[in-house]
Nanobody
Framework: QVQLVESGGTLVQAGGSLRLSCAASGRSFSGYTMGWFRQAPGTEREFVATISGSGGNTNYAESVKGRFTSSRDNAKNTLYLQMNSLKADDTAVYSC??????????????????WGQGTQVIVSS
């Protein structure tokens, strides 16, 4: 079992940058594909990024491609999301999630077994 705790969300101006972290507890962090999802008020949860267990493969939503970068430090059991050139539309609660098996990526929320509680990002325009 994996427990996930996100941090780093805050209020930031449009055009600014922010780095989110997701600390994982439990064994074999590298054995999990990790994902970032977000949900704005009144909308459905949306895929943001996914990264393989080794960190060697990533995939991003079109809306964030070129602006967001997901990485992980398996020695520290931590997942990161570097967000640059932030826009008002990026305002949402960001959650990290873990999927058993670190080889295959997934953009589908239902594929993930474990979820964090989320961290709020507000981008002011």
């Amino acid at each position: 079992q994996v427990q996930l705790v996100e941090s780093g969300g805050t209020l930031v101006q449009a055009g600014g940058s922010l780095r989110l972290s997701c600390a994982a507890s439990g064994r074999s962090f590298s054995g999990y594909t990790m994902g970032w999802f977000r949900q704005a008020p009144g909308t459905e949860r949306e895929f943001v990024a996914t990264i393989s267990g080794s960190g060697g493969n990533t995939n991003y939503a079109e809306s964030v491609k070129g602006r967001f970068t997901s990485s992980r430090d398996n020695a520290k059991n931590t997942l990161y999301l570097q967000m640059n050139s932030l826009k008002a539309d990026d305002t949402a609660v960001y959650s990290c999630a873990a999927k058993s098996g670190g080889l295959f990526l997934s953009q589908t929320a239902t594929a993930y077994n474990y979820w964090g509680q989320g961290t709020q990002v507000i981008v002011s325009s």
